[in-house]
């Protein structure tokens, strides 16, 4: 619960604040918003063009910190109200933004626009009233790793120096221009380096998420999502489970990726909105360098959770291959391995995760299988309209 006594890492007592969230009924959002709510004294103006996520956090209004938050249904494109929310605010979150992969080699323009031009007026109104930004860019923005380069069976592969991924040392490597899955860490990477300009004289935060995971993430097709829509995997791997259809691993489900688990990574947040003197300026990894496996790994270990929370069998084939082309479509490509490097945020603000891969995903799948079970149930056994 919210107490005056709460101090930052140097021991200084921590002073309620208004932040400005925009993005705030998304994923992250939504998770951002309990915690604010449920631990700290701070004031939430979330805005979005939803709020599916947080209703459980906006009603009823005798909730313990009702008068706390309030949702502003608002497009940041263009809608002039956003820059006096701004203004209102201590600090500025922004994390709106189109997301998914299969919108980036898809909807190449509408990923530019969202993760470029739209976060150009928040980056302007916070320069021009002082105010703090802490803005989400992505650990994309790495791109593939220089490792991935090398001979398959150079022994260079193995040393860290070719793939540990930090902040101020490692060059952003993207495919080429006719690969627009590119088209994403591109937009992130220019307001990455638009937000150092020293012109702007803005007190700015960069988070770089490396695959956070947990309840509430995208959406299941046909359930609270388009039945064509293709979420991030946590989602496509929960709604394959959830229909007892195999997982499909997109060329060989070969590529590398580090989980962590939402609620790790929102305490990485809280210190960064809690200790400013140490966050300013920064760019910070945020991920679980423990948790690293093969998309192939992550389907067998979702399979064997998922098979124990819900008591239901496994498949006897729970995998099946698909060319990334079926998938996604021209113009997809993938980002190799993604292992963050720790150092910065570790010296900054002492973060650790501390959830494993098994663990996050028996409390995700949890709630995957007890959200959605049903609902899918009664999908399937509807009789299809001739
Ligand atoms: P999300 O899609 O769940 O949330 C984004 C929210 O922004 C959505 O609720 C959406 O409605 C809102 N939004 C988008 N455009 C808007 C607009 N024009 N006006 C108002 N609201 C708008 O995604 P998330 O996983 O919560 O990610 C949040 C941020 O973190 C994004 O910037 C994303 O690029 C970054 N990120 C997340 C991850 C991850 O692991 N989840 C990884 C890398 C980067
Ligand atoms: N992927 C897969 N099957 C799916 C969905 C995704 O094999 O049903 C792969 C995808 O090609 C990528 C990895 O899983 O290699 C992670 O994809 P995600 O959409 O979560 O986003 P990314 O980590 O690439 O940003």
């Known amino acids: 619960m919210a107490s005056s006594a709460r101090v930052d890492l140097d021991g200084n007592p921590i002073k309620a604040m208004t932040i400005c969230m925009i993005g705030a009924g998304g994923f992250i959002g939504s998770h951002l918003c309990e915690k604010l709510m449920a631990e700290t004294p701070h004031k939430v103006l979330a805005v979005d063009v939803y ?10 209004a005798s909730l313990p910190w009702a008068g706390r938050i309030q949702f502003h249904r608002i497009n940041i494109k263009n809608d002039s109200r956003l820059e006096g929310l701004i203004k209102m605010a201590d600090l500025t979150i922004n994390l709106a933004a189109i997301c998914t992969p299969a919108d980036y080699n898809t909807r190449p323009l509408d990923t530019i626009y969202s993760n470029f031009i739209d976060a150009l007026p928040v980056v302007k109104y916070c320069s021009e009233n002082n105010k703090r930004l802490i803005h989400f860019s992505t ?3 790495y791109g593939k790793t220089i490792g991935s380069f090398l001979p398959k069976d150079s022994p260079l592969r193995q040393d860290p120096a070719y793939f540990i991924l930090k902040e101020d040392a490692s060059p952003c490597i993207f495919g080429s221009i006719e690969k627009q899955r590119w088209s994403y860490a591109c937009a992130k990477q220019l307001i990455e380096r638009l937000l150092r300009v020293p012109e702007n004289g803005l007190e700015f935060t960069i988070v770089r998420p490396f695959n956070w995971i947990g309840p509430r993430m995208d959406f299941i097709p046909g359930i609270d999502g388009p039945s064509e829509g293709v979420p991030r995997v946590l989602a496509c791997f929960s709604n394959n489970l959830l229909r007892g259809e195999p997982l499909k691993l997109v060329d060989g489900g070969q590529s590398q990726r580090t989980f962590v688990y939402i609620k790790d990574a929102i305490e990485a947040v809280l210190l960064m909105i809690e200790n400013p003197a140490r966050a300013n300026g920064h760019i910070f990894n945020v991920g679980n360098p423990n948790n690293e496996v093969t998309v192939r ?3 067998e270990m979702m399979t064997e959770v998922y098979s124990k929370v819900s008591g239901e069998p496994a498949l006897e084939v729970p995998t099946i291959d698909v060319s990334s ?9 993938d980002s190799d391995k993604r292992i963050p490097d720790m150092t910065i945020i570790n010296t900054q603000l002492g973060w650790n995760p501390m959830t494993s891969l098994w663990d996050l995903l028996e409390s995700t799948l949890t709630y995957q299988h007890r959200t959605y079970a049903e609902a899918i149930k009664k999908a399937i056994s509807k009789p299809v309209a001739s």
């Open 51 to 60: 709020n599916d996520k947080i209703k459980h956090v906006l009603e009823p």
């Open 297 to 299: 790994q992550l389907a």
């Open 325 to 333: 082309k079926e998938f996604y479509g021209e113009g997809y490509d």
């Open 139 to 141: 650990c994309e923005v």
